[in-house]
């Protein structure tokens, strides 16, 4: 996980780390560790914080630095 891409979304959302735990209706606490890379994210988590941030997942998982999500059309 890219973990900086994790925190930089969030701020320049200018979203709180509570803000995000809340629409991943986790503690905060758990969030950060998931931020700081004290925890592994899981990919239900992954997969969420891509949805709600409209980048790919592969983005925050630093496999690419092209933030944009897939096209419905290239989908499988």
């Known amino acids: 996980m890219e973990l900086k891409r994790l925190r930089d979304l969030r701020e320049d959302h200018d979203l709180s780390q509570q803000k995000v735990a809340e629409q991943l209706n986790m503690h905060r606490s758990v969030y950060r560790r998931y931020e700081t890379g004290e925890r592994e994210t899981p990919a239900w988590v992954v997969v969420?914080?891509?949805?709600?941030?409209?980048?790919?997942?592969?983005?925050?998982?630093?496999?690419?630095?092209?933030?944009?999500?897939p096209s419905p059309a290239k989908r499988r």
């Open 48 to 69: 969420k914080l891509a949805e709600f941030y409209k980048v790919s997942t592969d983005y925050l998982l630093g496999r690419t630095d092209n933030p944009a999500p």
